[in-house]
């Protein structure tokens, strides 16, 4: 009954015609909409439609939420799910969006703890995200990575992949997959990959992916992710193995669509 009424709901969001205005958001401020061709375009655009129509934007240090925080945020969630059977994030009801960084609060220090230094720790965050909600976005972070995906930085891509690989109830870099063998095959690129970037970034040297990746396997899957998006080609290149069990998960060549869409732009 539940998922019959969710279909009745969402096919009357749909009825209505995707604004003008959002699209013109999104050929202003997700450079990712772009790369897209016109059948993607066309998804991406209805599952926008219906992420906004469900999930609950919330500002938060004052910050007003605008149409254009909404498109660019939910384009961008979306755009992870061009390819995948999704529910489009089904637990995920509330985004908190700041208008810079925040610094998180410090943990309260309890009786037993030995030192005084650590309820003193405090951390700037750029977003974060929790099994069911919320998820936490610094709209400064946003804009900057959907405009500029060559920085390798998309604050929503990584906290909203944070979300994907939670949906199996613990955050271990490993989304729920297709099949038995994509998780074997999967296991084994991934801690590859892993250990090596953990191997150079304890020595200082210069890495493809970003060395915060080496934190652990869940903020490995996460840069990853990003990486996957914003420097498919680079990727493709120097880590093949990593790219193509991405590109199995997600479903997607970012590679191909990024060169494809580049070739068109060399032909104007």
Known sequence: MFGWLKK???REI????????????????????SFLNVDEKSHLEQMVQVFIAEKRFEGCNELEITDEIRVVIAAEACILLVGLPHDLYRELMTILVYPSTVVTPPPQVGVFTQSPLLGQQRFAISGQAFKRGPIILIWDAVQRGARHPESG????YHEFAHFLDMRDGVANGTPELHS???YRIWA???????LALRHDAARGKKTFLDPYGAKNE???FAVATEYFFDKPVKMQKTHQALYDVLAGFYRQDTAAREQRYRQKCHRK
């Not at 749909?14 to 909409?33: G, S």
Request: proline content about 5%; cysteine-free.
């Open 8 to 10: 009745h709901q969402r």
């Open 14 to 33: 749909l009825q209505t015609p995707f604004p003008a205005a959002w699209r013109e958001i999104l050929a202003e401020m997700v450079t990712h909409y």
């Open 153 to 156: 930085h998309n604050v929503v």
């Open 180 to 182: 038995r063998e994509q």
């Open 188 to 194: 084994q690129v991934f801690s590859e990959e892993f």
């Open 218 to 220: 869940a903020e490995f």
